[in-house]
């Protein structure tokens, strides 16, 4: 099993950096399962709220009255706060398997000697010469994200 799963890390197709193909893999498939997951467990009422927080928000950018200014972002508060209860169920659901998922990434990858699957030579704080194996999946599955949340219809 071992060593299947470091040669499907190392896999390099057509002259791709290794761990390139295995990680936009891992993250089209994680992000799908997530964006799954958020849409079976929020309630329909969640898309009502965060409607009305975006109606509200066009609503303030016109509104030069301080009292119907202050009225209006105590709603957005309330609505923020409903919003972020309704997430809640969900983001408790994924939160543990998604650390495991990022355990055994990080010791597979260790494990492969994937450092850096891109290099951009300039040595930059934080991300210095080049993004690993996390870099990618937040990249990836940002996009990943967009177009799961499009299929799905969430």
Known sequence: ???????????????????????IIVSAILSFLLTWVYKLTIDKKYKEVTERQKELNKEIKTVKDPAR??????????????????????????FIPVIIIFGLLRSWYAAAE??????????LPIVHDGGGWFFCYIVFSFVFSLLARKILKF
């Open 69 to 94: 200014m202050n009225e209006l972002q105590s709603e957005i508060m309330k609505l923020s706060m409903q919003s972020f209860k309704m997430s809640l169920k969900p983001m408790i659901i994924t």
């Open 1 to 23: 099993m071992v060593s299947f799963i470091t040669a499907f890390i190392q896999w390099a197709p057509i002259g791709l950096p290794k761990g390139l193909v295995s990680i």
């Open 114 to 123: 994937i450092g850096n699957i891109f290099y951009w030579g300039a040595n």
